[in-house]
């Protein structure tokens, strides 16, 4: 492979693509399947959530921590998505592929069953995956680039996980669908890691045992307030992705198959707007850029509480573009200075245990919008397709707007609990000339 494609942002952001494709279409589409495609009631499907969250608790940081500690010739990292490609790909199905004729308790224990092995392995992917980024590219600079960069692969695989997830899923069904979209994580995933090559600091000294590793990570203020905030922003995206389809059916009242236009102008919008964040956090510090986004984000949810029919519900979906682009980019910055101070004050390089801790935190989100849906479903009556109650359109106007309006003021004032603030990281960047010890 060509030397200006190894450690590229751009081959790098193959992977951010591939794995978007299947988790976007999973985190907007599971609750609408199996709540109001297959009847299986949202108690029931909170619970499952619940039930795996205790799980992730457990597996999250222990991935991150092994991943760490893992020495091979191929790196740290990439021996693990070597291993979870095939397995994602068959738990991806599984999701979308329950048997005809189930009883609701046989349904819930399906999609309960392949909810865990799916985001298992979900989890081995995204904390080894997260935890390269911070380490091959170094300095605000390197990191806002590549940011951007994977930010514009994510925002074309979010356009295809959603807009066109309802037209694959009316035209083949959703198990041939997930069939399709799993080969194309393969594919993308194996060319993406076939193009990393890992650094490797001789420096380093003897890993932290794992009590050692999680009191260090428990400690870092900076981390807990960041990864708190984060976590209730990260809720409004799986939020509205997710309601959208609701949204479309019960407050616009537009045909199935005018919701891909709907969401194409959510996503499509976020592709020149990620660009519009790059340039003016290139003018800024990076922690205040992070915090104008939450604001700019919170304010541009306000218009979805007036949509009416497909035209307005377009326009709002833009507007919610522009403050989705923001959030997509400024927090890798944040995270990456995060990790490098620690490094400073440990002598370790540990990306994997801060991106699974992170991620846990962040992933914990999906509670908070199951438990969201629950209770102003509980409020207005609605409980699943089969019954949706006297009024489901003020449950799904309720649950795309001033919800996530809430939850992106938390957000936001959370991140001033603490001072949150680095040295300058203003050079930085990937050293090709470096020599790696790692073998491809």
Request: net charge positive; charged share 15%; glycine share 8%.
């Amino acid at each position: 492979m060509k030397r200006s494609w190894m450690n590229s942002p751009y081959a790098f952001s193959l992977g951010m693509f591939a794995m978007m494709v299947p988790s976007q279409a999973f985190s907007s589409f599971y609750s609408y399947f199996y709540v109001d495609k297959l009847g299986l009631g949202i108690g029931l499907a909170t619970l499952a959530r619940t039930i795996f969250l205790i799980w992730d608790a457990v597996n999250n940081p222990l991935f991150g921590y092994w991943s760490d500690r893992t020495k091979t010739r191929f790196g740290r990292r990439r021996p693990w998505v070597f291993g979870a490609i095939p397995l994602f790909m068959l738990t991806f199905v599984l999701v979308f592929s329950p048997p005809e004729g189930l009883s609701e308790n046989g349904l819930f224990t399906w999609f309960l069953v392949a909810l865990i092995l799916y985001e298992a392995v979900e989890t081995v992917l995204w904390v080894n995956y997260g935890a390269l980024f911070p380490e091959l590219f170094r300095g605000d600079r390197a990191r806002a680039k590549a940011s951007a960069i994977q930010q514009g692969y994510q925002v074309v695989a979010l356009l295809i996980g959603t807009a066109l997830t309802p037209i694959l899923f009316g035209a083949m069904g959703f198990s041939n669908m997930a069939i399709l979209y799993a080969f194309i994580f393969g594919a993308f995933m194996f060319i993406c890691m076939m193009s990393v090559k890992e650094r490797y600091d001789p420096v380093e000294s003897e890993p932290l045992k794992l009590v050692d590793a999680f009191r260090q990570t428990l400690r870092n203020k900076k981390f807990w307030v960041f990864n708190i905030s984060n976590s209730f922003a990260q809720t409004v995206n799986g939020l509205i992705s997710s309601i959208i389809p609701f949204y479309a059916k019960y407050v616009l009242k537009i045909p199935e198959e005018q919701v891909s236009i709907l969401l194409a102008s959510v996503f499509i919008s976020v592709i020149p707007l990620v660009f519009v964040w790059y340039w003016i956090i290139r003018r800024m510090d990076g922690v205040k850029a992070w915090r104008l986004s939450l604001a700019v984000y919170g304010l541009s949810v306000i218009p979805l509480w007036f949509g009416y029919d497909l035209v307005s519900g377009v326009t709002a979906g833009i507007a919610v573009g522009f403050g989705l682009a923001g959030f997509l980019v400024t927090p890798a910055m944040v995270s990456g200075n995060i990790i490098d101070e620690d490094a400073e004050r440990t002598g370790q390089r540990r990306e994997g245990i801060y991106t699974a801790v992170s991620g846990f935190i962040t992933r914990s989100s999906g509670l908070i919008s199951a438990l969201a849906f629950f209770i102003v479903g509980l409020i207005f009556g609605y409980e699943s397709g089969d019954n949706p109650g006297s009024d489901p359109e003020s449950t799904f106007r309720y649950l795309i707007s001033v919800v996530p309006l809430c939850l992106l003021l938390v957000s936001f004032l959370i991140s001033f609990v603490t001072k949150i603030e680095f040295k300058d990281q203003a050079g930085g960047g990937i050293d090709h000339g470096k020599k790696a010890d790692y073998k491809l």
